[in-house]
Each structure stands twice: as structure tokens, then as C-alpha cells.
């Protein structure tokens, strides 16, 4: 003993301690800026927040279901929901001009909840299980518990969105044994911190996604993995279930199981076994809550517009060439899913600097191909059936868009944001990984770049948040 005691050192984070593990940076990166993102963003300026809300709120209830009053999907909610809803969406949204003013947060701030005054609030998100609105659930019960006024619990609800969905990509950035930047980058463009920092249901969808998809790849490419195990087989199940269970048209993701090398598995039997046990209760939960929301809520569309999806399966079906056209036509609107993938925010009128608009897309695809790890291989046989499954599930997005949210007979399909597309955004990238190219750049040198690059996009994109709405 020395006679005193050796003082702690205070724990200090350096730039280069912070770039060297890709995991670490996004949780960083992530937490900060998705907090920063939830208190810059006004309530219920983020798209379909107030039907995320809703939903949410009966979660809380044990509502499983949504209900049905007048043929209409929604719930019996209490009033002051739907008073708060109208002071912040009735004057903000679709007007980029507009500005937030301090008396809507005086008078939602002081808003008791009351939540035996009633009312029946229809709302499209009806159509949800209760699995993407777990983690908003957590805060929203609290601010219930406390007997908070909406505007509080919602932001407890982001809050504790933020942070479970946050905590699941970090995990899938540090199972997956290769491509670990390319999940950094497409966890931390704007539209997916947005996401995450909002009551959203994809936050969780996205999450869910990118830990499946790590795990499979690891199983497929890290030849540390010598068994695939019982526990593995289940953790896939779940995984997939509750990923079919958050939106339906992403349930082929779990068939990627088939992937992973039969000798893994012992035996071509437990192989198929395996595979069959993923893919089929992955399908079986879809096509349960399927024929639940549609028998007991009714399948949403476009109040707007003149939508039907028998009538449009009909006009498909009397016009079947017609399909051409409107996938020429839908090709023009690239653009705008490019940028509403990388970062349309508010309700889609709250655009980010054209710099990080332009680049974003750049930076990844240059990612993904001078990503090369010895030990991370996807052969040419896998790339192909990872774009199967990236095709027909983009495929299904846009077909889910055209019945459900575009006029009878319409010649395109512009309703598709680029959002939609994240779950499956690690497939499309993959299939620009090689083994061939290479990149003059340290190893070091390059992660600095890449967060650094993030720092920059994310602060960009937070100025564009206050500039807009303040």
C-alpha cells in the first residue's frame, strides 16, 4: 500500500476510440442523435405519428385487435388524444412555410389526459399487431401511470422507442461478422434515426430486420459457427414471427435461413427440418393476423382516393399489360424514394441539405464494394438468392401500395417512401460485395471517414429539423 488511494480516471471517449469499433460508434452516434432528433422534432410532425399513437395507447389497454364502429377501423380512445392530435397537425403539416408557436405546447402541456372521456377515432394503423408498438408501449404506460398529459407520454414513448430499437441494430452491427459499416451507415442515415426517434412502428421493424439478417450472415460466413444449434433454430423463429407480424410483406426475410451451409446443420434432414420449422411459422404468423385484421378490421385504403382492393385486383386482372406501363411509369419516381430513403422528413416536406442527399448513396454504395474481409464470403450461388428475395420483397411493397393507397386503375405507383425499403436495404448492398476491389486507404483512416461522414450528414440533417419547424 502506498497510503492513498490510486484516484479513478474519469471515462473519456476519443475520436479514435470511437471510430475503431462500428458498433460502438452507432450506439454513440445513435443514442445522441436520436435524442436530439426526438426533442427537436414537434409532436406529431414525423408521417403517421398520430395513428402510431393511437395504436400504441391500446396497446397499453390490451387492445389486441383494433375495433370497429360505422365501418370504421380504429378504437374508442379518450378524447384528449384526438384534441392534442388537432392542435399540432392542423396548422404545421404539408406547409413548410409554417412554423410551431409556443402556445401549442402551452395548451397540449396542460391538457389533462382524462381518460374516461371517450371517444371512437378511426385511424389507418388499425391494421398493426400489438408487436411494432411494444417499446412505445413501455413509455406510454408510464406516462399513464403518472397521469401525464399526451404530449409527456409522448415523448415517452419516443424515448423508449428510441432506445430498445437502438440497443437491437447495435446488436445486429456486432453479430454480423463482416460488412459492419455498411449497417453503421444505413442504420444512421437520417430517415432511420427519424424513424427510431418517433412513435413509428418501422423503428422496431427495421431493428428486427437488421438483427435477422445479421444473424443468418453470421451463421453463413463466419466459419467460427461449426453448429447450428436448437436455441439458433428458435431465435430465428421468433425473429421471423415477429417480423412478419410488424409488416406483412417482409416475411420472406426469414427464408434466408436456407442460406446457411446443410453441413452446419449435421444432416440434410435437420437442414430442411430447420429451414422449414423458420420459413413455415414465419408464414403461418402472417397469414393468421392476416385473416384476423381482415375478418374482424377490415383491410385500410386510401381514404383519399377512390381505393378498393378487390377493384384493383379486378383491373389487374382485365388489364393485365397495364403492369408494364406503370412499372415504367413508377421507375421516374426513383428519385424521390432515393431521398425520402436517405431523409424526406416532418410529413414529407422537411427536405436536408442536396449535399447529403447526393452523397449518402455514393458513400454507401463505395462502402459495400472496398469492404472486403478475408473470412466474409458470399458466393456468387448466395448473391443470387439474396436478390430474389430483396426483388420479390420490393415487389410486394409497391404491389401493397398500389391495392391499398392508389386510385383504381392508376398508371403509377408514387406512394411508395423510401422508408419502406430499409428492412431490406442490407440485401440490395450485399450484392456489391466482393473480394476483388480495393481501396487505398487505411483501415483507420477510413472509419475516421465514415463517422465522421455520419457526424456531418446527422448534423446536417438536425439544422434542417430546426429550420423547419422553429
Partial sequence: MQGQLEQKQPFRLSFRQLCAHPARAFLWLGLVFGVLFLLALPPFQVPDEPAHLYRGYQV????????????????????????????????????????????????????????DDRTFIPFMSSAYSPIPYLPQAVGIAIGKLF?????????????????????????????????????????LTPMAVNQRSSLSADALLNSVAFLLIAIIMNFVCNPKVKTISNRDVALMTVLGIALSLSKQVYF????????????????????????????????????IWSNIMKSQVGVPVNPLVDASVERQ???????????????WNTLQTLGMAIESFIGLLGWLD????????ITYPHVLVLTALVSQQPEFVISPRNKWKIFAVWAVTVFLVYLSQYLIWMPVGASVVDAVQGRYLIPIAPLFFFLFYNQRW????????????????????LTASLIAIIDRFY
Fill in 350 to 357: 422537411t427536405k436536408l441539405p442536396a449535399l447529403v442527399i
Fill in 147 to 187: 397521469n401525464l398529459p399526451l404530449v409527456f407520454i409522448l415523448y415517452l414513448g419516443r424515448f423508449t422507442n428510441l432506445i430498445a430499437t437502438t440497443l437491437i441494430t447495435y446488436l445486429a452491427i456486432k453479430i454480423i461478422p463482416g460488412f459492419q459499416w455498411i449497417f453503421f451507415l444505413l442504420a
Fill in 313 to 327: 385486383i379486378q383491373f389487374l386482372l382485365e388489364n393485365p399489360f397495364t403492369i408494364f406501363s406503370t412499372a
Fill in 60 to 115: 397499453t389497454e390490451g387492445t389486441i385487435v383494433a375495433e370497429r364502429d360505422n365501418d370504421q377501423a380504429g378504437g374508442w380512445l379518450p378524447r384528449s388524444l384526438l384534441e392534442t392530435v388537432n392542435i399540432w397537425t392542423s396548422r404545421v403539416p404539408f406547409r413548410p412555410a409554417e412554423k410551431v408557436q409556443w402556445e401549442q405546447f402551452t395548451a397540449t402541456a396542460t391538457m389533462p389526459l382524462n381518460r
Fill in 252 to 287: 420472406l426475410i426469414p427464408f434466408l435461413c436456407f442460406l446457411i451451409p446443410q453441413e452446419k446443420f449435421n444432416s440434410r434432414k435437420r437442414y430442411w427440418t430447420s429451414g422449414a420449422i423458420v420459413a413455415l411459422c414465419t408464414t403461418l404468423a402472417w397469414a
Fill in 438 to 457: 480495393s481501396f487505398r486507404l487505411a483501415e483507420a483512416q477510413r472509419r475516421s471517414w465514415l463517422v465522421g461522414y455520419s457526424l456531418f450528414a
